[in-house]
């Protein structure tokens, strides 16, 4: 004798199966998304985007993880310049401490900002582009436990350009400076000087463009 089945009964199945439907189309509508937003991410990245996940990164980073050895893939947000400097940058270095053991200035965020006490914080700020290149401003303040008085404020501008479809630091030049700031150079400039420091940077520069 076959079950004796309500109406109740049929209500609810009709609803659960409509259920499960509409959790399905969401899932897949969900998972489009994802992917469609991971390759507008990967291949366009606004600039502002770019130069505040850098920023961060280097804020955070320590010595023997910095930028300039590239342990964290942070390569990917500098233009080839860049990163081409930086390579003779720490190759000299390296060849200046074995020849001097003395302190260097090494490419990491204090060299970016200029300052052996680093902000605390910096937040990009929307930027100014073109086709080809982009100012984004950032601004950036000192917080507790640090050299600078809380609140203390610097601002600093990246230069971005596009490689290959990708927004790319190309340089920083200082704005407005905190009271007793001096910085005159742009983070190239420091990086050239970098390159400079052993009494023969010739060899780290050999095959260098």
């Not at 439907?21 to 291949?43: E, F, P, R, W, Y």
């Not at 342990?71 to 190759?91: D, M, P, V, Y």
């Not at 704005?175 to 700031?181: I, L, P």
């Amino acid at each position: 004798m076959s079950p004796i089945v309500s109406p109740l009964d049929i209500r609810n199945v009709k609803i659960m199966r409509y259920f499960f439907a509409i959790t399905g189309l969401l899932i897949l509508s969900s998972t489009a998304i994802a992917a469609d937003l991971g390759k507008v991410g990967a291949t366009d990245m606004p600039p502002q985007n770019t130069t505040q996940i850098f920023v961060t990164k280097i804020l955070r980073e320590k010595f023997e993880d910095r930028f300039g050895l590239n342990k964290t893939g942070q390569f990917a947000f500098l233009s080839r310049r860049i990163q081409n400097l930086i390579a003779i940058a720490e190759c000299d270095c390296a060849r200046a401490y074995a020849e001097e053991q003395q302190p260097l200035p090494w490419v990491d965020a204090e060299m970016f900002f200029d300052r052996w006490d680093t902000p605390t914080a910096c937040s990009a700020m929307p930027s100014s582009s073109t086709s080809s290149g982009a100012t984004v401003p950032l601004a950036c303040t000192w917080g507790e436990n640090k050299d600078h008085l809380p609140g203390t404020k610097l601002q600093v501008f990246a230069l971005l350009v596009k490689e290959d479809g990708k927004w790319k630091i190309d340089d920083v030049i200082h704005g407005k400076q905190e009271e007793d700031g001096v910085t005159k150079t742009t983070f190239v400039q420091r990086l050239i000087e970098a390159g400079n420091q052993s009494s023969d940077p010739g060899i780290c520069k050999k095959g260098k463009p």
